[in-house]
């Protein structure tokens, strides 16, 4: 399985019609992966609030085996260790039972419920700080420290995160790293062509 990156609009549209919440607001950026029979997982970025949270629609096809370390690490390492987010937000359908569970396996804890908000249903919400997620950290658990352009449209400035015990910051593996490196520059091409 290979992750897919620049392939936004692709993804974004795979993604709604797995959640089935409608289409997600721009702007936008998304990460996928795919097998040799197409697209089998998504996530969507947006919504991204005053540097401290993002929202993110996360969605896969049952029975595929692309829910890896690798894969959850480059979800959950873009708006943690790219974008610098404290937390990330998600939302699920009261009644869609499997949603709910692959959000709260993955670490999500449940915030609220927005009742009524669907049709039919009720919003759940989810949200994750930073030192709640499994999915990022040091190559075998150690400290690392990654320099990497800023993914803030008309930011050129560097910044270096590293992980320290007790404030939140961690840091992706050395391979996330490098796929995140990856979509921050298809992220930066797309705001310059607009």
């Known amino acids: 399985m290979t992750p897919i990156f620049g392939r936004d ?20 950026v998304a ?6 029979g197409g697209i089998v997982a998504g996530v969507v970025y947006n919504n991204y609030r005053n540097g401290c949270d993002i929202e993110v629609h996360l969605a896969g096809k049952a029975g595929k085996l692309w829910a890896t370390r690798e894969n959850l690490g480059v979800w959950f390492g873009y708006p943690f260790n790219q974008l610098g987010v404290k937390r990330i937000t998600s939302a699920a359908a009261g009644k869609n039972i499997k949603s709910r569970r692959f959000t709260e396996h993955v670490g999500f804890t449940q915030e609220g419920i927005m009742r009524g908000s669907l049709p039919n249903d009720d919003l759940i919400i989810y949200g994750m700080l930073k030192n709640e997620c499994r999915w990022i950290g040091g190559i075998n658990g150690q400290n ?51």
């Open 31 to 36: 990460i996928g992966i795919e097998d040799k």
């Open 9 to 28: 609009q692709e993804v974004k549209a795979w993604v709604e019609a797995a959640i089935g919440l409608g289409e997600l607001q721009s702007p936008f």
């Open 144 to 194: 690392q420290s990654v320099t990497t352009s800023s993914t803030r449209p008309g930011s050129n400035r560097q910044r270096t995160r590293s992980d320290e015990q007790g404030n939140g910051d961690c840091q992706c593996s050395v391979e996330s790293s490098k796929l995140i490196i990856y979509l921050l520059q298809s992220e930066l091409h797309r705001y310059a062509n607009r």
